[in-house]
T-cell receptor
Framework: DAGVIQSPRHEVTEMGQEVTLRCKPI?????LFWYRQTMMRGLELLIY????????DSGMPEDRFSAKKPNASFSTLKIQPSEPRDSAVYFC?????????????FGPGTRLTVL | KNQVEQSPQSLIILEGKNCTLQ??????????LRWYKQDTGRGPVSLTI?????NTKSNGRYTATLDADTKQSSLHITASQLSDSASYIC??????????FGKGTHLIIQP
């Protein structure tokens, strides 16, 4: 398996523009997570899905952020409109959370810069 | 509020030396604790995971310990190598928040 795939790897955009980040989870994983990582705040969980259903979106910073998982093999995180404070690395992770030895496998991340 | 505090924030050691990273948490109830290694420009990769009943677990030159009574964990790296240069993140599962992440320790191994 190729692991979790994210695209693009780097995105530079101007304030006010719409940004869409994409993720393909590992086949067979029923959970998918979106994280944001900054130097100041470390890794923050934004939202996670179980079997395509959003379970907890309490980490989504505001209405400008939205995430979808239309099927088992694809998810998007959209920011509209983007702001400079959204600049961060966004990670997608997938996993199976059955039992205590749950593990999430992270993608390589998308580095977003909003000018 | 559930918190995970890691120390030191950053550490520089010479190749071949040992080092220990610390993780203190206030998450309750506790389910498990995981250490991740994150290389620059990559996503985190799991090193070890420990549940309440496990005191120590090794993965090659990495040994993690857990004291559930004092809510402390450590990650010991033996005979460090240049490839150990990375950020090490402690993540605790449990409590109402589900997963609580530490901000990581940035480790630099110098030749």
């Amino acid at each position: 398996d190729a692991g979790v795939i994210q695209s693009p790897r780097h995105e530079v955009t101007e304030m006010g523009q719409e940004v869409t980040l994409r993720c393909k989870p590992i086949s067979g994983h029923d959970y998918l997570f979106w994280y944001r990582q900054t130097m100041m705040r470390g890794l923050e969980l934004l939202i996670y899905f179980n079997n395509n259903v959003p379970i907890d979106d309490s980490g989504m910073p505001e209405d400008r952020f939205s995430a979808k998982k239309p099927n088992a093999s694809f998810s998007t995180l959209k920011i509209q409109p983007s702001e400079p404070r959204d600049s961060a690395v966004y990670f997608c992770a997938s996993g199976r959370l059955a039992g205590p030895y749950n593990e999430q496998f992270f993608g390589p991340g998308t580095r977003l810069t909003v000018l | 509020k559930n918190q995970v505090e890691q120390s030191p924030q950053s550490l520089i050691i010479l190749e071949g030396k040992n080092c220990t990273l610390q993780c203190n948490y206030t998450v309750s109830p506790f389910s498990n604790l995981r250490w991740y290694k994150q290389d620059t420009g990559r996503g985190p990769v799991s090193l070890t995971i420990m549940t309440f009943s496990e005191n120590t677990k090794s993965n090659g030159r990495y040994t993690a310990t857990l004291d559930a009574d004092t809510k402390q964990s450590s990650l010991h790296i033996t005979a460090s190598q240049l490839s150990d240069s990375a950020s090490y993140i402690c993540v605790v599962r449990g409590g109402a928040d589900g997963l609580t992440f530490g901000k990581g320790t940035h480790l630099i191994i110098q030749p």
